[in-house]
């Protein structure tokens, strides 16, 4: 049985925070000893990160204590942005068993190959790995790729730390190891699974497209047609209001799974356009792309970011029914929460109509890592929905 519970606190005082916090959450689990405690804290209590851990270990007795800093951070009961917070979830099951890390830099080998060493013995059928980088040390796509597996083997979820605007600073940390410029994370196996949904809150434009002729990260032909005359047709579809409301930002999605010709939100990786090549009338894409795949072309705004949250809480849902979620993990990007809705505790709220006592905890973070089909990916504008439950 899986047993979890989650708590924050508001408090100004980093060990009087994470005590308060750990205390409510160990209470909501009615457990007396935690197997793993999650901790995610603003970049406030940077000098008390130590005394924060610490006090954690000490209220849960866990066994193993991962986590990092966040600009943000939430939980069931809110998301928290521009103030002090400390928020903990700790877990104990007889099914689960955990192995935390916390992987600095070696000149030697990437910090991706070094974590797939660390953890490779440990992975079984059923395994999750989450994953919280310094994206100044773990550029989030070559981590991905360094770390390797497929998303349906060994799925790998998570959120790049985010802190400090104006020093950079931020900060990871593994029992009361406090780093910066690492990757902690933990591997989790045994009798559990993971459902996994990515809200991408893009607008789609226009119609699925079969690409007819790439090289690389530049698309050349899209059905047979210039690339960049199909993306002005498709920009034309747009009012000045919606080009207003998006920034002015004009995404791809990529159809990940080759056989899916008619791929739905979520369906899609949703990357960058990086640049137009008037030569050769080409698209440049931010991801390595290939012929026959699928794809369409996409704008962000609030309106489809909180319609695609909601499909996927309800898709989500759907698939839990026999095997309600025991806790769930939200990795949130920077550019959603009050400054993409206009109002705060947004996609808590949604996941919480579906699922209102289920504890939950996740931040705002730099990048966020989910699988989409049968490949792990880092994403970017993204909420990562990761749900486990007792098989």
Known sequence: MIRAGVGHSLSTSGPEAAEHA???????????????????ATVDYRNEYTQLCEAVQRISGCDHLIGCSGMGVLTSDGEFEGTSVVAVLVLRSDQLSVLSFCVSEDDRLPIGTTIRS???????DNSLLV????????????????IGGS????????????????????HQWCGTEITESSVAGALLTGNFHAEIGVAQGCQPIGSPIEITRAED??????D????????????ALLTEEDIQRSGRMIFIGIAMDTSNRLPRPGDYLIRNITGIDPQSAAVGVAERIETGQIVQFHLRNPFAAAEDIRAIVNR????????????????NCLGRGTG?????????????????????IGFFGNAEFAPIGSRNFAHAYTGALVLCSET
């Open 118 to 124: 660390h953890i490779q013995s440990e992975v079984r």
């Open 340 to 360: 993409l809705y206009g109002e705060p505790n947004h996609d808590i709220q949604i996941i919480k109509e579906k699922f209102p006592d289920l504890p939950i």
């Open 151 to 170: 998303g349906e083997v060994l799925p790998i979820v998570g959120g790049a730390a985010s802190g400090d605007p104006i020093s950079g600073q931020m």
């Open 131 to 146: 994953v919280l980088p310094d994206v100044r040390c773990a550029q989030p796509a070559e981590l991905v790729q360094q």
């Open 22 to 40: 750990a205390t409510v959450a160990m209470g909501k689990a009615k457990l007396a000893k935690a197997d793993l405690a999650v901790v995610f």
């Open 316 to 331: 989500l849902h759907e698939k839990t029914q026999a095997h309600p979620p025991a806790f769930g993990l939200y990795f």
């Open 217 to 222: 990260n530049l698309i050349f032909e899209l």
């Open 224 to 235: 047979g047609r210039e690339a960049v005359e199909v993306l002005q047709e498709s920009i």
